[in-house]
């Protein structure tokens, strides 16, 4: 009655009067309520341009002592294996073997290329990996062992990684996602200039240099005697095969070879997937899991248990080798029996050369498909990290593993 008031008493001024004051009071309710959503879709569009921003622990950590409550017998598959300096020196000879073979033949030959593509590429990734494996004190026993059998197993690869390699990786192991520790992350400029499809095959194309040149920019870790050897070793080899050597058995397309095995490597080639494949976020993630104050865990390590991780030391068991990364390649199998129930779960991928197809197509999925914490993990070998980086490792202590826990 009273709407019907307002509407047919024209001449009742007062009524007119209300009705301008419930009008502007709608008014004013949905240009709040406007306000309100325009606010909540911006944010939620900056939540969709950004990383996944976490403030849970990295999981492997709690799954690594739940592993071992429920099945403490996986500890004894710690350890070195002593297959792999077998494997490593099997690699390196084959190597140097097609190096030979091909000392004499045009670099810009199609059997050039394709013997590196096919051969020299998948032996090199199998020395990344092999270097990957000894940087966790995984061939023998002895730490200076490991450190001195890494720079022989990065001999093929031509250019000297294996010292620097080590304590980037361990830290990338306690510092899970961490900004401005764990260097496996792309950096800023990378998310805003390579985000598109060109970006994406560019970055695809050319992810050795991006991984080989980016821990230099985010912090720098102390030069060591180690590195010096690296260094050392590695430039003399080179120098050998070119002016050194006789061209009977090797010559500078001997060294080409190696060095093109290792830029294929880490380009578009089957066994390069790995690197998208292990940390990237292919799920997709809900709005609510995209706002870190609601805590929501984000995947954020994918395994594969495809055939190409018999020539990668089963570097595709990736959940298995975060959980407990002084277990060798070859019991990373066994842990997965052990302990099915934990791992049956969990998102994982069953092609990388799929993986690198998606991750250039796919709108989805692009560079900012990595969870990132602000705070946590710590350095391992004394890095130059920023003052600011110091004091959230002192606050986040502790993140970081306990003493009784396995390490690498």
């Not at 390699?165 to 996602?177: A, D, E, I, N, V």
């Not at 002016?243 to 090797?250: G, H, I, N, R, V």
């Not at 809900?286 to 994918?302: C, G, H, L, Q, Y």
Request: contains cysteine.
């Amino acid at each position: 009655m009273a709407a019907s008031a307002v509407t047919t008493a024209t001449t009742d001024s007062s009524s007119t009067q209300r009705k301008q004051q419930q009008n502007g009071k709608l008014d004013t309710s949905s240009s709040s309520s406007s306000s309100a959503s325009a606010g909540a879709g911006d944010q939620n569009d900056a939540l969709e341009k950004d990383f996944f921003w976490t403030y849970t622990e990295e999981p492997h950590r709690t799954r690594r002592m739940a592993i071992i409550k429920a099945h403490p017998e996986v500890t004894k598959l710690c350890g070195p294996e002593p297959l792999t300096k077998w494997v490593v020196l099997g690699v390196v000879s084959l190597q140097f073997l097609l190096a030979h073979l091909l000392r004499d033949t045009s670099f810009f030959s199609w059997k050039f290329w394709l013997t590196a593509y096919v051969f020299g590429a998948t032996c090199n990734q199998n020395l990344f990996l092999a270097i990957h494996e000894i940087s966790h004190n995984l061939a023998f026993r002895s730490p200076t062992a490991n450190r001195l059998f890494a720079i022989v197993a990065n001999l093929p690869i031509a250019v000297p990684y294996s010292a620097s390699f080590r304590p980037y990786h361990l830290t990338h192991h306690k510092s899970l996602g961490v900004d401005g520790l764990d260097t496996d992350l792309p950096t800023a400029f990378e998310a805003l200039f390579l985000d598109s499809i060109l970006g994406k095959a560019f970055f695809c194309t050319f992810q050795i240099f991006f991984y080989a040149l980016r821990p230099m920019a985010i912090y720098r870790v102390p030069f060591t005697w180690v590195h010096w050897l690296n260094l050392t070793i590695q430039l003399f080899f080179d120098y050998a095969i070119v002016f050194l050597l006789p061209d009977s058995l090797f010559t500078a397309n001997s060294l080409l070879y190696f060095l093109l095995s290792s830029f294929l490597a880490g380009s578009l080639h089957p066994t390069a997937g790995h690197f998208i494949a292990e940390h990237y976020v292919y799920e997709k993630i809900t709005p609510e899991a995209r706002n870190p104050d609601n805590k929501i865990p984000v995947p954020e390590t994918f395994s594969y248990y495809g055939p190409l991780n018999w020539v990668t030391y089963n570097v595709g068991l990736h959940n298995e080798h975060h959980d407990f990364p002084a277990i060798p390649w070859t019991r990373l199998p066994k842990l997965y029996e052990i302990a099915s129930e934990f791992y049956e779960g969990l998102p994982q991928h069953r092609s990388w050369t799929h993986v690198l197809w998606q991750f250039i197509f796919d709108e989805e999925i692009g560079m900012r498909c990595r969870v990132k914490r602000k705070v946590g993990g710590r350095v391992v070998g004394g890095g130059s990290v920023s003052a600011k980086q110091q004091q959230q490792q002192h606050q986040a202590k502790e993140a970081g593993w306990g003493d009784d826990e396995i390490e690498a």
